[in-house]
């Protein structure tokens, strides 16, 4: 079973930049799609991005496009999210997930492992 940790979470201010960062543990997740999901209060998780288990293809969520960007690596057994020109509705906390197979993803129900949360808070 692999475990997820993610971290880098924090508070910045609107139009700042946060770098997310996820960690594996107890397995490879080279033949994995990893992604990036969160909530915030009072609403349902939404996807972010996710990421194939080459790093070649991703997928983003319209809310993010061209803002964020998902990254790995498969050496470190790692996934990473850069945020960049934050703004504050995308405060939420934010979850690192694992797919049960290799390519990209959107539906929340096709998450095989989550992680624990990290907030993230972007102040107007």
């Known amino acids: 079973q692999v475990q997820l940790v993610a971290s880098g979470g924090g508070l910045v201010q609107a139009g700042g930049s946060l770098r997310l960062s996820c960690t594996a543990s107890g397995r490879s997740i080279t033949m994995y799609g990893m992604g990036w999901f969160r909530q915030a209060p009072g609403k349902e998780r939404e996807f972010v991005a996710t990421?194939?288990?080459?790093?070649?293809?991703?997928t983003y969520g319209d809310s993010v496009k061209g803002r964020f960007t998902i990254s790995r690596d498969n050496a470190k057994n790692m996934v990473y999210l850069q945020m960049n020109s934050l703004k504050p509705e995308d405060t939420a906390v934010y979850y690192c997930?694992?797919?049960?197979?290799?390519?990209?993803?959107?539906?929340?129900?096709?998450?095989?492992?989550w992680g624990q949360g990290t907030q993230v808070t972007v102040s107007s």
């Open positions: 997930a694992i797919a049960p197979y290799g390519g990209t993803w959107t539906n929340l129900k096709d998450v095989n492992t």
């Open positions: 990421i194939s288990r080459t790093g070649i293809s991703t």
